[in-house]
């Protein structure tokens, strides 16, 4: 029988009643199908770990991210707690996502049941497309390196060759797995760039249009974010996979979380060639932690993400549709504030009775 050992990240705020609910279903899943089994290895990071230590995470927890299968991780941060130069302290981005190269963020977007979409007319499955985010430059290339003093400062976008090629070469190869847009069921996949003013965005979109031509099988096409903030809202069901730049990906992520009942219905996949981590796409929501109404389907889709991406394919669908369920019978009820008016722990149980 394989056992993958499983580092977890709990987390600040909502984090850990998200991570309690989601390794419950984990656990419901992993004996339901019998086939394999998961050692959890809880990892201490976040906004609480740095205003005890210093870091935000230590070096053992990265070391044990790095020898595990897969991490696991809730949500980190807190607002009130920065560095001296005034940004969030608590977050792991620089650590994992540079660190550990983990270039592709994949980002879900997926009307389920039951869940308070503000458009009207789309039935479950009627919006389904993945953003692939690029996770190591962009504008992000200059965390926690901005330059200037306090009457100006300047981040640069970095935009690379090999950078682009692999993280759009991941959203073609995303796309052949897939089965197509929802409305007309074309496998595309739609670039999201700025060439119309920017000369790292002409850049992205020329490489782009190189790799498209590897893949005769998939249609591609480029779009301004601009008009796609537009698009994504008013006919999202056109879109199957997107790819972009890392802070167009984190803003129209959360778009895209705003069409499907919020972001707690949003989980994120941050993958490289050797490591690679799951969790929610959203923050750690400090003025609802302790309250058991936070959404746990972003963590238990996350989870969903991960058993996929360690190839326990089957028991990732069986947790995908056991939330669908749960969703579409009313036992999983999220109010239009995206929140589980049930209860988060509440909302986990009907997830395993499905499982
Ligand atoms: C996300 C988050 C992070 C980001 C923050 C917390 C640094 O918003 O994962 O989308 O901007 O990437
Ligand atoms: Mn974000």
């Known amino acids: ?10 987390g600040d705020n909502i984090g850990p009643e998200l991570m309690k609910a989601a390794l419950a279903v984990l656990e419901a899943t992993q004996k339901v199908d019998g086939g394999f089994t998961l050692e959890f290895e809880t990892c201490l ?17 990265i070391a044990a991210c790095r020898a595990a299968a897969s991490v696991f991780k809730a949500p980190v941060g807190d607002p009130a707690v920065r560095t001296p130069e005034g940004i969030e302290a608590g977050l792991l981005g620089g650590v994992l996502r540079t660190g550990l190269d983990l270039y592709a963020n994949v980002r879900p977007v997926k009307l389920y049941p039951g869940t308070p979409t503000p458009l009207h007319g789309y039935q479950p499955g009627g919006i389904d497309y993945v953003i692939i985010r690029e996770n190591t430059e962009g504008l992000y290339a200059s965390r926690g390196k901005g330059v200037g003093g306090p009457n100006a400062m300047a981040d640069t976008m970095i935009v690379t060759r090999a950078g682009t090629e692999r993280v759009v070469r991941f959203a073609f190869e995303a796309a052949k797995k897939r089965n197509g847009a929802p409305a007309d069921g074309v496998r595309r996949v739609t670039c999201v760039e700025k060439s119309n003013v920017l000369r790292s965005f002409a850049l992205f979109r020329e490489i782009f249009l190189e790799i498209a031509g590897e893949y005769p099988g ?3 096409e480029t779009i301004y974010p601009d008009a796609a903030a537009q698009a994504l809202v008013m006919n ?9 730049e890392n802070l167009l990906g984190d803003i129209l992520s959360d778009l895209g979380g705003g069409t499907i009942g919020g972001l707690g219905m949003c989980p994120g996949g941050n993958i490289g060639d050797q490591y690679a981590y799951f969790e929610p796409v959203h923050g750690s929501a400090p003025d609802i932690a302790g309250l058991d109404i936070a959404n746990p389907a972003s963590q238990i889709l996350a989870g969903a993400m991960m058993l ?15 939330l669908w369920l749960a969703l579409e019978e009313g036992e999983l009820s999220i109010d239009e504030r995206g929140r589980a008016n049930r209860g988060t722990m509440s909302a986990a149980e009907a997830v395993i009775a499905r499982i």
């Open 218 to 220: 998939v249609e591609a």
């Open 236 to 244: 999202p069901a056109h879109y199957d996979v997107l790819v972009m």
């Open 308 to 322: 996929d991406h360690i190839g326990e394919e089957s028991a990732a669908r069986r947790i995908e549709s056991a």
């Open 45 to 61: 990071a976040g906004a609480a770990h740095y205003t005890e230590h210093g870091t935000a995470m230590s070096d053992e927890a």
């Open 1 to 10: 029988m394989k056992n993958y050992r499983i580092a977890v990240i709990p």
